[in-house]
C-alpha cells in the first residue's frame, strides 16, 4: 500500500485508541472520585476532624499535633494525612476501620476515647472506607505524633482497657424501622458522624457520657468549653427553635437570636456541617426535636 495511505489509517487507528483508553481511565478516575467525593463529604460530617488540625502549619491540614484539653490532662491530636512514617499512609483498609470502630491502632495499641470511636463504631463499612479513601488523597505531611500529657492513672493505656471493658460497645448504627427515614438520617449522622453527644451529653467522674443527661449539655466539655443543652426543652434547651431554626444554626453558626457560636461549635460548623447539604442538616433538626426534654440549666462553674 502506498505508505501516504497508511499513515492516516494508522493515525486514525492510533486515535480510537487513545480515545478508548483515555475513556476506560476516566472512567475508574469517576469511579475512584466517587469514593473520595463521598468521603470528603463524611469527613465534613464528622465535622471537619479538626481536632486533627496543624496549628503549626498556615494553610488547614489534617496533619495533626493539636492540643486538646481535657478534664484529665491535654492530648494531641494526630496525623491523619498519608505520610508513611507520621500518619496514615502505610495503613490498610482494615487497619483504619479497626482504628474508627474498636479504637485499636495497628500497633495494637488502644485509643483514649478523646478520640470519639465510641461514636464512630456506628458508621457504616462504606462510609469509613470511603473516609479512608479521602484522607489517602491529603497532602502527607511528616510531624510525628505526641503522647498525651495524662496525670497517674490515665497516662496508663491499660486504664483505658479498663475503661472500655465498661463503657464501650463496638457496634453499628441500628435504624428503628417506626421512625421516618429523615429521622433515621438524622439520628446516624448525629450519633455516627458528627458526634453532637461527644460534647453536649455530660460525663460521669468515669468519663464516660452519662446517657440518661443524653444531648442536655456539659459544663466542661473538650477545651473546658461549655457546650448547652441541645434536647427540646422550652427552658433551658432549644425547645423553641424550629427545623429551620436548627437547620440554619448548623449551617451558618447564628442562633435564632442572631448571636453565633464561638469555640469548638463554630469550628466544626465551618470546617464541616455546613457543607451538608440542607435535606441532611434538617433530617439532624428532626432528630434532635425528638428527643426526650431534659431540664438541665448548664451554667460555668
Ligand atoms: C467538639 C464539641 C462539639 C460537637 C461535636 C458539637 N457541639 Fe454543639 N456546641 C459545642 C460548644 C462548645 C457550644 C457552645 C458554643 C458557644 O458558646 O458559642 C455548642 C453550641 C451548640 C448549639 C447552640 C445552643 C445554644 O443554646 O446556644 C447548638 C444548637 C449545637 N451546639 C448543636 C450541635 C449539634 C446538633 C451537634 C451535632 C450535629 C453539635 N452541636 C456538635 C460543642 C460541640
Request: net charge negative.
Amino acid at each position: 500500500m502506498n505508505p501516504a495511505r497508511i499513515l492516516p489509517v494508522i493515525g486514525v487507528v492510533l486515535a480510537a485508541l487513545l480515545v478508548a483508553s483515555l475513556t476506560v481511565s476516566s472512567q475508574e478516575a469517576e469511579a475512584e472520585k466517587t469514593a473520595v467525593e463521598r468521603g470528603a463529604y463524611v469527613v465534613q460530617a464528622a465535622g471537619g476532624c479538626t481536632c486533627h488540625m496543624n496549628p503549626g502549619l498556615e494553610a488547614f491540614s489534617l496533619s495533626g499535633g493539636r492540643p486538646i484539653k481535657t478534664p484529665f490532662g491535654t492530648i494531641y491530636g494526630t496525623n491523619l494525612t498519608p505520610d508513611p512514617d507520621t500518619g496514615i499512609g502505610g495503613w490498610s483498609d482494615d487497619d483504619f476501620m479497626k482504628a474508627m470502630r474498636e479504637g485499636i491502632g495497628p500497633d495494637g495499641k488502644v485509643y483514649y476515647p478523646v478520640f470519639p470511636y465510641t461514636s464512630f463504631t456506628k458508621m457504616t463499612d462504606q462510609d469509613v472506607l470511603d473516609m479512608k479513601a479521602y484522607l489517602d488523597t491529603l497532602e502527607p505531611v511528616n510531624n510525628a505524633n505526641k503522647e498525651p500529657e495524662f496525670g497517674f492513672p490515665y497516662s496508663a493505656r491499660s486504664t483505658i482497657s479498663v475503661w472500655r471493658g465498661l463503657h464501650f460497645d463496638a457496634e453499628r448504627f441500628e435504624p428503628d424501622s417506626e421512625q421516618t427515614d429523615d429521622w433515621n438520617r438524622g439520628a446516624y449522622l448525629s450519633e455516627a458522624l458528627a458526634h453532637c453527644g461527644e460534647c453536649h451529653t455530660p460525663r460521669t467522674f468515669m468519663g464516660a457520657t452519662d446517657e440518661d443527661m443524653y444531648y442536655a449539655g456539659s459544663v466542661e466539655g473538650p477545651e473546658g468549653e461549655l457546650a448547652p443543652n441541645i434536647t427540646p426543652d422550652e427552658a433551658t434547651g432549644v425547645g423553641s427553635w424550629s427545623i429551620p431554626d436548627m437547620t440554619w444554626f448548623l449551617q451558618t453558626s447564628f442562633k435564632p437570636d442572631g448571636d453565633d457560636a464561638q469555640g469548638l461549635m463554630g469550628e466544626i460548623v465551618t470546617h464541616g456541617y455546613q457543607y451538608l447539604s440542607d435535606a441532611d442538616l434538617k433530617a439532624i433538626a428532626v432528630y434532635l426535636a425528638s428527643l426526650e426534654a431534659i431540664e438541665n440549666e448548664v451554667t460555668p462553674p
